[in-house]
């Protein structure tokens, strides 16, 4: 089904052939805002965070001229066919994507390679972008649902790089140069830590031929990346003032890593718990039998060498402590009471065809195969993922919550008055 190659510098390319006019293309990085102040060789956990808010800078400004372009001709490039560019930064990834007609596939990974290898971090257009990173960084200040995701996470790994915030500090932002972020670029941002992903109808031989010409002339070279300090989970239970109609609360803990051999059994729990279901066990036991609030979910985000579960609810701030009670009450019994074999199989074929349903959207596929080969260097298949989910025991799924939710490793954040 996945196709792949490596060109001679090391870059990877995956191919999901689909029969679409449409064509889902990017490219993965490995950097993220882990690697924000961590050159290769230096402490990274005792970082003075000098850095926070660079490689999502950096996401942003690859879109502010090359020394072929100019910003309006990058913009251009993709939309002026009817297409779509884009880009994202998590903790561990950047990530530039399109979405276009196969025919304009060429100009789409000609863009690509151009921004990344070419980007000339124009001075006037970087302190234009200053301002509006500033102003998204206002925006999720005004936001506590998404707020509280940021402070958690910084509770969660403090003194750790991936306590840093993705988008950083506005002092940081505005201190930013465009020497800074060369030299930023030209250290971590290395070939070898990169990956091709294309889902649509691309003959690979072509696909491949693309990436000589545009990806190839580049040479790789070491990466000033370090990832070496081991992150520690720190337990708390913290109350913020704040003067919002809805409590925000976060409870969460330590999950399994990218690599854990207990991850797919966690993303299982998690999608029973608080997955986007209505039939999830938080739904039913919080919103639908007391109408206690509108949003609940858990997230699982496993990283490279540690992973997070968390589970968020706006309330009332009357029936606070009762949801806390209740969402604990709903993991001790994760913990206490196995699935019985057809709770087990109801759970499994729900998350099969939720599977199925989102790799039907081209460009969830691509996006997901490229991660997955920036970890693995390898894509399971559907149905491989779909075995290793029907391979998953009630016995698993009870000693990964016995393991996971104890009392004691559980932490708290709460935003309300």
């Given at each position: 089904?996945?196709?792949?190659?490596?060109?001679?510098?090391g870059i990877?390319?995956?191919?999901?052939?689909?029969?679409?006019?449409?064509?889902?293309?990017?490219?993965?990085?490995?950097?993220?805002?882990?690697?924000?102040?961590?050159?290769?060789?230096?402490?990274?956990?005792?970082?003075d965070?000098?850095?926070?808010?660079?490689?999502?800078f950096?996401?942003?400004?690859?879109?502010?001229g090359?020394?072929h372009?100019r910003?309006?001709?990058?913009l251009?490039?993709?939309?002026?066919?009817?297409?779509?560019?884009?880009a994202?930064?998590?903790?561990e990834?950047?990530?530039?994507?399109?979405?276009?007609?196969?025919?304009?596939?060429?100009?789409?990974l000609?863009?690509?390679?151009?921004?990344?290898?070419?980007?000339?971090?124009p001075?006037?257009?970087?302190?234009?972008?200053?301002?509006?990173v500033?102003?998204?960084?206002?925006?999720?200040?005004?936001?506590?649902?998404?707020?509280?995701?940021?402070?958690?996470?910084?509770?969660?790994?403090?003194?750790?790089p991936?306590?840093?915030?993705?988008?950083?500090?506005?002092?940081?932002?505005?201190?930013?140069?465009?020497?800074r972020?060369?030299?930023?670029?030209?250290?971590c941002?290395?070939?070898?830590?990169?990956?091709?992903?294309?889902?649509?109808?691309?003959?690979?031989?072509r696909l491949?031929?693309?990436?000589?010409?545009?990806?190839?002339?580049v040479?790789?070279?070491?990466?000033?990346?370090?990832r070496?300090a081991?992150?520690?989970?720190?337990?708390?239970?913290?109350?913020?003032?704040?003067?919002?109609?809805?409590a925000h609360?976060?409870?969460g803990?330590?999950?399994?890593?990218?690599?854990?051999?207990d991850?797919?059994?966690?993303?299982?729990?998690?999608?029973?718990?608080?997955?986007?279901?209505?039939?999830?066990?938080?739904?039913?036991?919080?919103?639908?039998?007391?109408g206690?609030?509108?949003?609940?979910?858990?997230?699982?985000?496993?990283?490279?060498?540690?992973?997070?579960?968390?589970?968020?609810?706006?309330?009332?701030?009357?029936?606070?402590?009762?949801?806390?009670?209740?969402?604990?009450?709903?993991?001790?019994?994760m913990?206490?009471?196995?699935?019985?074999e057809r709770?087990?199989?109801?759970?499994?074929?729900?998350?099969?065809g939720?599977?199925?349903?989102?790799?039907?959207?081209?460009?969830?596929?691509?996006?997901?195969?490229?991660?997955a080969?920036?970890?693995?260097?390898?894509?399971?298949?559907?149905e491989?993922?779909?075995?290793?989910i029907?391979?998953?025991?009630a016995a698993?799924l009870?000693?990964?919550?016995?393991?996971?939710f104890l009392?004691?490793?559980?932490?708290?954040?709460?935003?309300?008055?």
């Amino acid at each position: 089904m996945y196709q792949y190659h490596t060109l001679g510098n090391g870059i990877r390319i995956i191919l999901s052939h689909t029969p679409s006019r449409v064509v889902y293309s990017g490219v993965y990085i490995n950097v993220g805002s882990r690697d924000d102040c961590a050159p290769k060789g230096a402490n990274v956990a005792s970082s003075d965070g000098a850095g926070e808010g660079m490689a999502h800078f950096i996401e942003h400004s690859l879109f502010k001229g090359t020394s072929h372009r100019r910003p309006h001709h990058i913009l251009n490039r993709i939309d002026g066919v009817g297409g779509e560019l884009n880009a994202f930064t998590t903790k561990e990834e950047t990530a530039l994507y399109a979405t276009s007609l196969a025919e304009h596939l060429p100009r789409c990974l000609e863009l690509f390679a151009d921004i990344l290898f070419h980007s000339t971090f124009p001075e006037a257009e970087i302190e234009k972008e200053k301002d509006v990173v500033l102003e998204e960084i206002n925006s999720y200040s005004d936001s506590p649902a998404e707020l509280i995701y940021d402070q958690f996470e910084e509770l969660a790994y403090e003194g750790h790089p991936l306590a840093h915030n993705i988008l950083g500090t506005k002092r940081n932002v505005r201190r930013f140069t465009p020497e800074r972020l060369r030299r930023h670029l030209q250290q971590c941002y290395v070939p070898s830590r990169m990956v091709v992903t294309v889902a649509g109808d691309v003959r690979f031989d072509r696909l491949v031929r693309l990436c000589e010409r545009y990806f190839g002339p580049v040479a790789d070279r070491p990466a000033a990346v370090d990832r070496s300090a081991k992150p520690s989970f720190h337990v708390f239970d913290r109350h913020f003032n704040r003067h919002t109609h809805q409590a925000h609360f976060l409870l969460g803990c330590e999950a399994p890593d990218v690599y854990h051999r207990d991850k797919t059994a966690f993303t299982l729990l998690n999608n029973i718990l608080g997955g986007p279901a209505m039939n999830s066990r938080l739904n039913v036991a919080i919103r639908e039998r007391y109408g206690f609030c509108y949003t609940i979910e858990s997230q699982y985000v496993p990283f490279s060498d540690t992973g997070l579960f968390y589970l968020y609810a706006g309330v009332d701030p009357g029936a606070q402590q009762r949801v806390v009670d209740l969402v604990r009450r709903e993991l001790q019994h994760m913990a206490d009471t196995p699935l019985t074999e057809r709770q087990l199989r109801q759970a499994q074929r729900q998350f099969i065809g939720q599977m199925a349903i989102n790799n039907d959207l081209g460009l969830n596929e691509m996006q997901s195969i490229g991660k997955a080969c920036l970890n693995f260097d390898h894509v399971d298949t559907l149905e491989e993922m779909n075995a290793d989910i029907m391979n998953v025991t009630a016995a698993d799924l009870q000693r990964v919550a016995q393991e996971r939710f104890l009392p004691d490793r559980i932490s708290t954040l709460v935003y309300g008055n």
